[in-house]
């Protein structure tokens, strides 16, 4: 049994990769200040410290003898928009003070949520090691909080992964408007019979990733020794269409709703070629098409 700590452990992720480390043994700490999390999330074994990352005389203590950090507390990017300075302050400067606190208190192993964002819009297949050219606020602080990552393991020896996640969706996932992911705001909007609010055209092509899919890359990058100092693309290699996106929820939930169209949002990115088959050659993990997903299970669309 080792000892975990899952920053944003109220969240729609940190909340996921908590259940599976309990289920499998382990003794799990998590923080998180529910700037965006739900303790209704947090499994009852956590042990929950309600504190943000930046305060780390707060919550250092709880960082001795833990083996592995998974960071997931972040900024959302529908939030950057409102607050560029407090987006940076979490995902930046937040990773930053974590980063400092292991080395303090001997963490082994730091395993970082990074974000397709931090590429930018790319022409061509997106591979980890092409050059990361942001056009959003959030993408622009979670690179920052990725450079840090990347320093600390060059320069100081410290064990860490990146993994930079691809519009996630499953069970718990945010369906406000403002705050959720597309695939469960369009989810409660159908069911609901409410319009969807689609920006821009619709022609934005996603590549969509179940939380379980992500859960096995978190844990695969923590038993894999050979993860140490690398950064993973996580994604499936199929896209969507936000249009595709309605019409196949639509299909799904049997109910048909009205399409609204608004103005693009600001960083938007049209296109996401995702190649992650370093992540399937190195740590044996591999991401299903959203259609292959929903067609076998409910798998989390349908509102609890």
Not at 6 to 29: C, K, P, W
Not at 166 to 181: A, L
Request: net charge neutral; proline share 3%.
């Amino acid at each position: 049994m080792s000892k975990v700590l899952i920053t944003g452990v109220a969240g729609f992720i940190g909340s996921h990769i908590a259940e599976r480390l309990i289920n499998d043994g382990h003794e799990v700490y998590g923080i998180d200040d529910l700037s965006s999390g739900y303790t209704e999330n947090i499994p009852k074994e956590v042990k929950w410290i309600p504190e943000d990352i930046c305060k780390p005389e707060r919550y250092g203590y709880f960082l001795d003898g833990v083996d592995v950090i998974f960071h997931n507390a972040a900024s959302k990017k529908n939030i950057c928009l409102r607050d560029p300075a407090r987006d940076m302050q979490v995902n930046g400067i937040g990773t930053l003070i974590l980063l400092q606190e292991c080395m303090k208190h001997g963490v082994r192993k730091f395993i970082h949520a990074s974000t397709g964002s931090v590429y930018g819009e790319v022409i061509g297949t997106i591979t980890e090691d092409i050059p990361r050219k942001p056009v959003s606020y959030y993408g622009v602080s979670k690179m920052a909080g990725e450079s840090y990552v990347t320093l600390f393991n060059r320069t100081f020896g410290l064990n860490t992964t990146v993994l930079r996640y691809f519009h996630v969706y499953g069970s718990r996932q945010e369906s406000s408007q403002d705050r959720g992911g597309v695939v469960a705001i369009f989810s409660r909007k159908i069911q609901a019979r409410e319009d969807l609010i689609i920006h821009g055209d619709g022609s934005q092509r996603r590549v969509f990733t179940h939380v379980d899919d992500i859960v096995r890359a978190n844990i695969s990058a923590w038993s894999i020794v050979e993860s140490c100092g690398k950064v993973y693309n996580c994604a499936s290699s199929v896209q969507y269409s936000v249009r595709d996106l309605s019409a196949m929820l639509m299909n799904y939930f049997d109910r048909a709703v009205k399409i609204v169209k608004a103005d693009p949002l600001p960083g938007d990115i049209y296109s996401f070629n995702v190649n992650s088959c370093k992540i399937k050659n190195e740590l044996g993990v591999s991401f299903r098409p959203i259609n292959e997903v929903y067609e076998n299970t409910c798998c989390g669309l349908c509102m609890e």
